[in-house]
């Protein structure tokens, strides 16, 4: 391999685990999902790594190095499409856990200038695709979540209740909307009891699909009353972490008729 003196760097944060991150580099169906169909990759010392990009250009290259859940290291080339050749620049790609779930370093080096350059804004553009395919296959049951968290707001039994919550929230989950400031499972659960009794027979529902966005997901809702009529409505977001549970609710609601 020539001399790589060109650098690009990036770092960005993945709403994910490693482990769960890792797999799209070493599982073959998972890589073309952010690469593009029929992209396959070897992940082992001298495996292949082919990128059928959605264009119809193709990228070649090589594994060198892998550490499982942390590192992995391929050539890169086109073997059509722009003159970059197979073999002639190396990427490395690097994860390292953090709170919001893992920080990837992409550091790819080359031999000349310009195709550093130009490969800028296609790696800005390809690991925002990469969290996103990445989060939804993480964040795949977020609107079972999001029903079991309306659910807990119709459950007057309070040991239920708190297990609801405790399988589908952090610990310090934290919950605000016009009428709620509350910080932790307990303190959440003792207000929806308070909830109950101040509005007895209100039930939340989820109304519509669930929208997501790398662990952020909107939820439209209305709160229906003991006859069924409609009393509110609203959208609530949810801020899941990287363990799949529910970390912040922000409910907003709509202006209520006049």
């Not at 939340?204 to 409505?233: F, P, Y």
């Amino acid at each position: 391999m020539p001399e790589l003196p060109y650098r690009l760097d990036r770092t960005v944060v993945i709403h994910a685990k490693p482990e769960a991150v890792f797999r799209f580099f070493t599982d073959s169906a998972r890589w073309a999902s952010w690469w593009g169909a029929g992209s396959t990759i070897d992940a082992q010392p001298g495996g292949r790594v082919y990128i059928r990009h959605a264009n119809g250009v193709e990228s070649l290259g090589e594994v060198l190095e892998v550490r499982d859940g942390e590192r992995i290291v391929f050539t890169y080339g086109f073997a059509t499409g722009k003159p970059v050749p197979p073999g002639s620049s190396r990427v490395t790609i690097r994860l390292e856990p953090e709170e919001r779930g893992t920080l990837l370093h992409l550091l790819h080096e080359f031999a000349e200038a310009g195709p550093c350059e130009e490969h800028v804004q296609g790696w800005r553009f390809q690991l925002s695709l990469f969290a996103n395919v990445v989060a939804n296959e993480v964040y795949a049951d977020a609107a079972g979540a999001v029903d079991a968290w309306f659910g807990a707001w119709g459950d007057a039994d309070e040991g239920k209740r708190g297990e609801t919550l405790a399988r589908i929230a952090a610990p310090k989950i934290q919950f605000q909307d016009r009428f709620s400031l509350l910080d932790g499972v307990a303190d959440l659960s003792a207000h929806i009891g308070a909830a109950q009794r101040f509005m007895p027979g209100i039930e939340l529902r989820r109304k519509g699909d669930v929208r997501q966005c790398q662990g952020t997901v909107l939820a439209d809702w209305i709160a229906a009353g003991a006859d069924g009529k409609e009393r509110m409505s609203g959208t609530s977001v949810f801020v899941f972490r990287p363990d799949g549970r529910i970390g912040s609710v922000t409910g907003v609601t709509n202006p209520l008729p006049r």
